[in-house]
């Protein structure tokens, strides 16, 4: 049977808060504006909510999983209270030169490869063609040409990598989503 769902996936850092540099903790995780009210917007037009994060950091030894994935938790905590529900945070913590012992490796997950696209749109049964890419980097769209999405956005002031729509914020990626679809 053909994939139904709709998907946002949203790149973290430099679309969700603000890029400092490797974020892991509350204290320097800053949303941007138009964040939380573009995913629920999203949400309510009957998006899943599905970040897709690079996270080097993990395997450079900046910090560890347990603690990505508690400022993840404080993050769905935040975003829950202000009615949004994150359906999935998918994060890769390789580098292929950078990383230390096991985490050094050419893997499927870090953009600008498919991995964590392909994983949302198999769990939750995603139309890639009907849903949208929120990224910051060429590499996050990158990623989603090659996992087929069929709207992308990127958060920039410079020339957008084509095919993608440059836009100011997450909430103006989903206004243009919603408007054109
Ligand atoms: O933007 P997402 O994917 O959510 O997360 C990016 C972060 O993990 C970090 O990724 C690093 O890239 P390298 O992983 O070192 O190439 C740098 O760009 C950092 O500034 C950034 O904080
Ligand atoms: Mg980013
Ligand atoms: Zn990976």
Known sequence: MARSGKAAFIDRDGVINRDHGY???????EFLPGAIEGMRRLQEHGCRIIVITNQSGIGRGFYDEAVFEALTDTMCQHLQEQGVRIDRVYFCPHHPEKALGDFRVACDCRKP??????????EFDIDPGASLLIGDKPSDIEAGIRASIGH???????????PATAVASLLDAADRFIGAS
């Open 23 to 29: 974020v892991y903790q509350w204290q320097d995780f």
């Open 113 to 122: 490869a498919p991995g964590m696209l392909l994983r949302g749109i198999d």
């Open 152 to 162: 992308l956005y990127q958060v920039t002031e410079a020339t957008p990598v084509a």
